[in-house]
Structure formats: structure tokens, C-alpha cells
């Protein structure tokens, strides 16, 4: 569940809606709907914040309309349910020091991202690009103090590094062990300073041994996504810092498999349909893997009334480390 704040002036009317999310139904008027002010996955608990940051809620000049999105997964359509779940606020009138926000990281929700079948751990990075952050944070940068890692049902591993200038410093979040059933929202030891400049790159490891089909990127619970949704202050304009391949360069992935091997792919035929039609050998999968860590990248660097900071964002590199992080054998838990 997600719940956004709608940036519109006060006074401003937002159309009543509720059904399926970006249905050929959804009414116009809804694109300023997307700050996010909570987050919730399955297992999180309570979301408590620091002492010295809170999230604004409302204020005599704010606009009274917010969009909630649930989710929902019901595998065998099972009819005569109701759902009384919902997210609830507890609030001050005693502003704290600072206000806090939430930003996505990670990779973009598109069917242009899939793992082929039958991998023990396939991995997809999204980036946030130095030149992201370059325009989208202040001077002073911001501080990280809470992450939520999030992925879908095959998704084993997830952790997001953080460099600057080349340098990999302290990771933002890792979870070695990751279940979809228990997604906690983890206050970070000390707040984590990110600045202008800076490169964050979400990675997601996943399994699909299990499945004799690719899983594509979406939003169902078999597809696959990979998101942290970082909690940090001050708050910023910054609201998704999110990748993706560069359409042209997946398109020539696929001609090329069309060519070489006569694979059922077109241009006409849409990413998913195209993914499916592939022949996952184990030098195609090999082929996908190079493909994500060396292409150029299409970015959403995005305002909080969805509105991209300008830019080139179509033709963005990917972030490279050179110099990896040294972590000490007794900084880590032995894995089973």
C-alpha cells in the first residue's frame, strides 16, 4: 500500500476515483497524486521516525487530497472478500526540526527489465545517476535514516550501494536473506549522508529454477520488481530516482536474436511477448546479463508532481566503482 499526497494548491479539485490503476477509466487530473508520505509492504510494522524529522501532513495552504493504491493478490480470484485494511497516521502540531520524505531507487517499472527461466541468481541493478542527484538534492545532501527494500516472489537478495566520485562507501541497506512475506521498513544505526553528486545502485538477486518462463518486469506478484524507498530529511523534490535500459539498445538485443537465430521477435510484438519468445539457453541468458551491465540507461529523475528534472535522461552510463568497499570478515554474517 502506498499513499500520496496530491501537489496541487489549496482550493484545487482532484476527481474522485476509485478502481484499477492506470485504467483506460482513470479520470484526468490525477498525474499530481504522487508524493508518497507512507509506505507499507507485507510484514512491515510501524514506521516510527527520529526525534529530529517528521512528515508534513496537512497545514492551513495544503491541499486536502491524497490517493491511496492498494495492491492485492488473490491467485484464485476468490469472490466475497472485503478489505478493511489501511494505514494509519499519528501526528503533532509541534513541527520536528526537519521534514522528512520518501524517495524511490532502484529499477524503473517496465517490462523492458526480465530474468530468463531457470536461474539460481540472475541479477538487475537500478541506478541513480550522479547527475540525478547532482540536480535533484542541495548542497548539503540528505540524510538516509530508514530503507525498505522491496521485491517480488523470486527475488532472493537485495542491497543498495552508495558511491561518490568512484569511491563505494557504506551500503544503505542489504538483505541477504530476503522473503516477500516480511518486508520491514529498518531504521538505519546512523543517519546516511548522500550528496550532489553521489551514485546509489539498488542490486536484486533472484531464483527462478522454478519457472520455465521469463519473469518480466510489472506490477503482479509474478512479475518481478526492485525498489528501496528511502526514508531521509530534508525533504527534497526529488520523489524517483529510477532506471531502466535504453529501449533502442534492448531492441537491438532483440533484431539481433531475430537474425541470428530466427526468434519469434518484432518490434511490433511488445517487450513481453518478445521475452517469452526467446530461447533461454544459457549463452542467451548470458547475452541479457551483459546487455543490462553495458548499455545506456533511460532514467526517471522525477519531480514529486511526476515531472522529470531537465536533462538528457535517454542516454545516461552506468555507474561504474572503482574502488570497491573493503568490509572486514567480522563485519559479516556467516550465511546458510
Not at 510484514?43 to 524529522?53: C, T
Not at 539460481?120 to 525498505?148: H, N
Not at 541497506?173 to 516477500?180: A, K, L, T
Request: aromatic letters at 10%.
Amino acid at each position: 500500500m502506498e499513499v500520496f499526497h496530491c501537489q496541487v494548491p489549496k482550493g484545487q479539485k482532484i476527481p474522485y476515483y476509485s478502481g484499477p490503476a492506470e485504467n483506460e477509466d482513470t479520470p484526468k487530473g490525477l498525474e499530481p497524486c504522487r508524493r508518497v508520505i507512507a509506505a507499507w509492504a507485507m510484514g512491515a510494522q510501524d514506521m516510527v521516525y527520529p526525534e529530529e524529522a517528521g512528515v508534513s501532513i496537512g497545514g492551513k495552504d495544503t491541499s486536502r487530497f491524497a490517493l491511496l493504491e492498494v495492491h492485492y493478490n488473490n491467485p484464485e480470484r476468490k469472490s466475497g472478500h472485503m478489505d478493511n485494511s489501511g494505514i494509519r497516521f499519528y501526528v503533532t502540531s509541534q513541527l520536528r526540526k526537519n521534514e522528512a520524505g520518501i524517495m524511490e531507487l532502484g529499477l524503473e517499472y517496465t517490462n523492458k527489465m526480465a530474468i530468463p527461466p531457470g536461474q539460481k541468481k540472475f541479477k538487475l541493478s537500478g541506478y541513480c545517476v550522479q547527475d540525478c542527484t547532482r540536480v535533484g538534492l542541495p548542497p548539503a545532501g540528505i540524510y538516509v535514516f530508514a530503507s525498505q527494500l522491496h521485491t517480488h516472489l523470486t527475488g532472493r537478495r537485495l542491497y543498495t550501494k552508495h558511491v561518490r566520485q568512484g569511491l563505494e562507501l557504506p551500503e544503505l541497506n542489504r538483505d541477504n536473506h530476503f522473503s516477500p512475506h516480511f518486508q520491514e521498513i529498518r531504521r538505519l544505526p546512523q543517519p546516511h549522508n548522500v550528496l550532489p553528486g553521489d551514485e546509489l545502485i539498488t542490486t536484486c538477486e533472484y531464483d527462478t529454477r522454478s519457472r520455465d518462463k521469463p519473469t518480466i518486469g510489472g506490477f503482479s506478484i509474478t512479475d518481478e520488481m526492485c525498489v528501496n524507498y528511502i526514508h531521509y530529511y530534508p525533504r527534497t523534490e526529488l520523489e524517483v530516482c529510477k532506471s531502466s535500459i535504453q529501449t533502442n539498445a534492448l531492441q537491438t538485443f532483440f533484431f539481433l536474436l531475430n537474425r541470428l537465430e530466427d526468434a519469434k521477435v518484432y518490434p511490433d510484438a511488445g517487450d513481453r511477448v518478445n521475452y517469452v519468445n526467446i530461447n533461454w539457453t544459457p549463452v542467451n541468458a548470458q547475452l541479457l546479463d551483459e546487455l543490462y551491465t553495458t548499455s545506456p540507461l533511460s532514467m526517471q529523475c522525477n519531480r514529486s508532481d511526476g515531472v522529470r528534472f531537465p536533462g538528457d535522461w535517454e542516454h545516461q552510463k552506468v555507474s561504474e566503482i572503482a574502488q570497491p568497499l573493503v568490509v572486514r570478515d567480522m563485519d559479516i554474517c556467516p550465511s546458510s
